[in-house]
């Protein structure tokens, strides 16, 4: 049980990732921006680390628009109404006296992981460049299994689990989430015979 909750907790449930950045003098990945200390690829790599909720089914532009000299945070992003930067003080790169750093990020909902490659569309135009998205809110999941003891009988497993996510949902809404997932794909199986579907089991709690 701990160890499918850890899996579903890593890889299903739902949350928000940016998908392609766009950022104004840059054509490529591999290229450097004039006046700001970071090349794009470290730029990519901060982004990536963004935190953030999103208020709506359809993908969202956000926007940063910064003039030199400046340290720029994940606070300078423009968003409106349907999207909250949670990890305002993540750093994305400093600019020069006189420079300029202009960029559009996209953000959709989705869920797990997804590889640069599938977010390209064959229409993007030149310069959007498609990143890794990590849709997953939850960081991190340790589980620990113990014997326990209930009045006389010392015959009982205790689950404990530690739930570390980005700020976009708290650890216990994850846990049920993730629990909520497990039970509608293992209702497949016990819908197979009306005899399983029917029977009543003892549940200890």
């Given at each position: 049980?701990?160890?499918s909750l850890?899996r579903?907790l890593l890889?299903s449930l739902?949350g928000?990732?940016i998908?392609?950045?766009?950022?104004?003098?840059?054509?490529?990945?591999?290229?450097?921006i004039k006046?700001?200390?970071?090349?794009v690829v470290?730029i990519?790599?901060?982004i990536?680390g963004?935190?953030?909720?999103?208020?709506?089914e359809?993908?969202?532009?956000?926007?940063i628009d910064?003039?030199g000299?400046?340290?720029?945070?994940?606070?300078d992003?423009?968003v409106?109404s349907?999207?909250?930067?949670l990890n305002?003080?993540?750093?994305?790169?400093t600019?020069?006296e006189?420079?300029t750093?202009?960029?559009?990020l996209?953000?959709?909902p989705?869920?797990?992981?997804?590889?640069?490659d599938?977010?390209?569309?064959?229409d993007m135009?030149?310069?959007?460049l498609?990143?890794?998205?990590?849709?997953?809110p939850?960081?991190?999941?340790?589980?620990q299994v113990?014997n326990t003891?209930?009045?006389r009988?010392?015959d009982f497993d205790?689950?404990t689990?530690?739930?570390?996510?980005?700020?976009?949902i708290?650890?216990q809404?994850?846990l049920s989430?993730?629990?909520?997932i497990l039970t509608?794909h293992?209702?497949?199986f016990?819908?197979?015979?009306?005899?399983?579907k029917?029977?009543?089991?003892m549940v200890?709690k």
């Open positions: 049980l701990g160890n850890r579903i890889s739902p928000a990732a998908t392609n950045i766009q950022i104004d003098g840059v054509l490529h990945e591999f290229s450097t006046g700001v200390r970071e090349d470290q990519i790599l901060n990536k963004l935190a953030l909720k999103l208020f709506a359809e993908e969202k532009t956000l926007e910064i003039t000299p400046a340290t720029v945070t994940a606070g992003i423009i409106d349907d999207v909250e930067i305002k003080d993540m750093y994305i790169c600019v020069a006189g420079a750093f202009h960029a559009r996209t953000v959709k989705g869920r797990g992981y997804v590889q640069a599938e977010n390209k569309k064959e135009p030149i310069g959007v498609p990143v890794d998205s990590i849709y997953t939850v960081r991190k999941v340790n589980y113990e003891r209930v009045g009988r010392d205790k689950l689990m530690e739930i570390w996510t980005d700020g976009s708290i650890a809404e994850a989430l993730a629990a909520k509608e293992l209702d497949i016990v819908n197979l015979t009306d005899e399983a029917n029977a009543e089991i200890e």
